[in-house]
Protein backbone atom coordinates (compact mmCIF):
# COMPACT_ATOMS: atom_id res chain seq x y z
CA UNK A 1 0.00 0.00 0.00
CA UNK A 2 0.79 3.51 -0.55
CA UNK A 3 1.19 5.68 2.51
CA UNK A 4 1.33 9.10 2.64
CA UNK A 5 2.17 10.63 6.39
CA UNK A 6 1.80 14.14 7.03
CA UNK A 7 3.25 15.66 10.12
CA UNK A 8 2.65 18.56 11.96
CA UNK A 9 5.08 18.85 14.73
CA UNK A 10 8.17 21.64 14.30
CA UNK A 11 10.09 18.54 17.43
CA UNK A 12 11.91 16.00 15.68
CA UNK A 13 12.22 14.57 18.65
CA UNK A 14 8.56 15.19 20.33
CA UNK A 15 5.86 12.80 21.01
CA UNK A 16 4.44 12.40 17.53
CA UNK A 17 7.53 12.07 15.82
CA UNK A 18 8.00 9.45 18.17
CA UNK A 19 4.17 7.79 17.27
CA UNK A 20 5.24 8.75 13.33
CA UNK A 21 8.47 6.73 14.00
CA UNK A 22 6.50 3.53 15.33
CA UNK A 23 3.27 3.89 12.77
CA UNK A 24 6.80 3.73 10.12
CA UNK A 25 8.25 0.76 11.62
CA UNK A 26 5.29 -1.24 11.43
CA UNK A 27 4.38 -0.11 7.95
CA UNK A 28 7.42 -0.55 6.14
CA UNK A 29 7.66 -3.71 8.10
CA UNK A 30 4.42 -5.18 6.69
CA UNK A 31 6.05 -3.94 3.16
CA UNK A 32 4.12 -0.42 2.73
CA UNK A 33 5.63 1.79 0.74
CA UNK A 34 5.78 5.40 2.68
CA UNK A 35 6.60 8.72 2.17
CA UNK A 36 6.49 11.06 4.89
CA UNK A 37 5.99 15.23 4.84
CA UNK A 38 6.73 17.02 7.75
CA UNK A 39 4.49 20.06 7.61
CA UNK A 40 5.88 22.25 10.03
CA UNK A 41 9.69 22.31 7.43
CA UNK A 42 7.62 23.30 5.13
CA UNK A 43 6.57 26.54 3.15
CA UNK A 44 2.77 26.00 2.81
CA UNK A 45 0.73 29.02 2.32
CA UNK A 46 -2.65 29.07 4.00
CA UNK A 47 -5.72 29.10 1.77
CA UNK A 48 -7.25 32.05 0.98
CA UNK A 49 -10.34 30.34 -0.93
CA UNK A 50 -9.82 32.33 -4.01
CA UNK A 51 -11.36 29.35 -6.01
CA UNK A 52 -8.74 29.75 -9.10
CA UNK A 53 -7.58 25.95 -8.38
CA UNK A 54 -11.50 25.08 -9.15
CA UNK A 55 -12.05 27.35 -12.10
CA UNK A 56 -8.95 25.85 -14.14
CA UNK A 57 -8.69 25.74 -17.72
CA UNK A 58 -7.93 22.32 -17.93
CA UNK A 59 -9.94 20.05 -15.61
CA UNK A 60 -7.70 17.19 -15.95
CA UNK A 61 -5.56 18.63 -14.10
CA UNK A 62 -5.50 16.80 -10.73
CA UNK A 63 -1.95 18.18 -9.22
CA UNK A 64 -2.86 21.29 -8.17
CA UNK A 65 -1.22 23.36 -10.81
CA UNK A 66 -3.71 26.15 -10.65
CA UNK A 67 -3.55 27.17 -7.04
CA UNK A 68 -2.06 30.47 -7.35
CA UNK A 69 0.45 29.75 -4.31
CA UNK A 70 3.90 27.93 -5.88
CA UNK A 71 5.33 26.52 -2.77
CA UNK A 72 6.19 23.11 -0.91
CA UNK A 73 2.84 21.73 -1.55
CA UNK A 74 3.81 20.83 -4.72
CA UNK A 75 5.79 18.62 -3.68
CA UNK A 76 2.98 16.60 -1.43
CA UNK A 77 0.30 16.64 -4.23
CA UNK A 78 1.37 13.78 -6.12
CA UNK A 79 2.19 11.69 -3.02
CA UNK A 80 -1.51 13.09 -1.45
CA UNK A 81 -3.45 11.89 -4.48
CA UNK A 82 -1.25 8.39 -5.23
CA UNK A 83 -1.98 7.39 -1.75
CA UNK A 84 -4.21 4.46 -0.67
CA UNK A 85 -3.26 5.63 3.53
CA UNK A 86 -3.52 9.02 4.65
CA UNK A 87 -1.88 9.26 8.23
CA UNK A 88 -2.05 12.47 10.20
CA UNK A 89 0.28 13.29 13.01
CA UNK A 90 -0.41 16.32 15.43
CA UNK A 91 0.27 17.66 18.90
CA UNK A 92 -2.94 18.88 20.55
CA UNK A 93 -1.37 22.40 21.91
CA UNK A 94 -4.71 23.88 22.36
CA UNK A 95 -7.88 21.92 21.33
CA UNK A 96 -7.21 21.66 17.54
CA UNK A 97 -4.80 19.96 14.90
CA UNK A 98 -1.70 22.36 15.22
CA UNK A 99 -1.80 25.32 12.67
CA UNK A 100 1.18 23.59 10.11
CA UNK A 101 -1.22 20.47 9.71
CA UNK A 102 -4.41 22.35 9.71
CA UNK A 103 -2.54 24.68 6.65
CA UNK A 104 -1.89 21.57 4.74
CA UNK A 105 -5.22 19.95 5.30
CA UNK A 106 -6.94 23.54 4.18
CA UNK A 107 -4.85 23.15 1.43
CA UNK A 108 -6.97 20.01 -0.19
CA UNK A 109 -9.06 22.23 -1.11
CA UNK A 110 -7.23 22.67 -4.73
CA UNK A 111 -7.02 18.40 -4.85
CA UNK A 112 -10.87 18.03 -3.34
CA UNK A 113 -12.43 16.45 -6.48
CA UNK A 114 -9.47 14.23 -6.77
CA UNK A 115 -9.34 13.06 -2.98
CA UNK A 116 -12.80 12.10 -2.70
CA UNK A 117 -12.96 8.07 -2.15
CA UNK A 118 -10.96 4.62 -1.99
CA UNK A 119 -8.57 5.86 1.17
CA UNK A 120 -8.18 4.94 4.24
CA UNK A 121 -7.44 7.50 6.94
CA UNK A 122 -5.60 7.63 10.31
CA UNK A 123 -4.79 10.24 13.37
CA UNK A 124 -2.45 10.29 15.92
CA UNK A 125 -2.41 12.66 18.50
CA UNK A 126 -0.43 13.66 21.45
CA UNK A 127 -0.96 16.05 24.11
CA UNK A 128 -0.31 17.06 27.73
CA UNK A 129 -3.68 16.87 29.16
CA UNK A 130 -4.53 13.79 31.13
CA UNK A 131 -8.17 13.64 29.16
CA UNK A 132 -9.32 13.09 25.77
CA UNK A 133 -11.39 15.95 25.93
CA UNK A 134 -8.79 17.94 24.49
CA UNK A 135 -8.50 16.04 21.35
CA UNK A 136 -12.27 16.21 20.73
CA UNK A 137 -12.60 19.04 18.01
CA UNK A 138 -9.56 17.73 16.18
CA UNK A 139 -11.01 14.09 16.39
CA UNK A 140 -14.52 15.68 15.07
CA UNK A 141 -12.92 17.96 12.22
CA UNK A 142 -10.84 14.35 11.16
CA UNK A 143 -14.40 12.26 11.35
CA UNK A 144 -16.13 15.13 9.60
CA UNK A 145 -13.26 15.39 6.94
CA UNK A 146 -12.88 11.68 6.23
CA UNK A 147 -16.94 11.32 6.26
CA UNK A 148 -16.87 13.90 3.29
CA UNK A 149 -14.29 12.74 1.53
CA UNK A 150 -15.86 8.92 1.88
CA UNK A 151 -12.64 8.07 3.03
CA UNK A 152 -12.37 5.04 5.91
CA UNK A 153 -11.10 5.59 9.37
CA UNK A 154 -8.24 3.09 9.97
CA UNK A 155 -7.72 4.13 13.32
CA UNK A 156 -6.75 6.32 15.50
CA UNK A 157 -4.08 6.50 18.42
CA UNK A 158 -4.88 9.41 21.02
CA UNK A 159 -1.92 9.83 23.22
CA UNK A 160 -2.97 11.83 26.54
CA UNK A 161 -0.72 12.73 29.50
CA UNK A 162 2.66 12.68 27.57
CA UNK A 163 3.61 15.83 27.73
CA UNK A 164 7.23 14.83 26.92
CA UNK A 165 8.89 11.97 25.15
CA UNK A 166 9.99 10.06 28.19
CA UNK A 167 6.18 10.15 29.66
CA UNK A 168 5.29 9.19 26.06
CA UNK A 169 7.50 6.06 26.36
CA UNK A 170 6.30 4.77 29.34
CA UNK A 171 2.72 4.22 27.68
CA UNK A 172 1.31 2.14 25.52
CA UNK A 173 0.83 4.70 22.67
CA UNK A 174 4.13 3.67 20.51
CA UNK A 175 3.33 0.36 20.54
CA UNK A 176 -0.49 1.57 19.00
CA UNK A 177 1.37 3.22 16.71
CA UNK A 178 3.45 0.33 15.81
CA UNK A 179 0.69 -2.18 15.68
CA UNK A 180 -1.33 0.33 13.38
CA UNK A 181 1.29 0.54 10.87
CA UNK A 182 1.73 -3.13 11.01
CA UNK A 183 -1.24 -4.67 10.38
CA UNK A 184 -2.89 -1.75 7.88
CA UNK A 185 -4.36 -4.18 5.09
Not at 51 to 79: I, S, W, Y
Amino acid sequence: MKITIITGSAHKNGTSACLTEQFVKGASEAGHEIYRYDAATKQVHPCIGCDRCHAQEHPTDTVNTACVFKDDMQGLNPHLLEAEVIVLVSPIYYYGINAQLKTVIDRFYANDAALHGQKKAILMLTMADDTSESADGALASFRGMTNFLGWEMAGTVVGVNCPTLDMLKETGYPRQAYELGKNLA
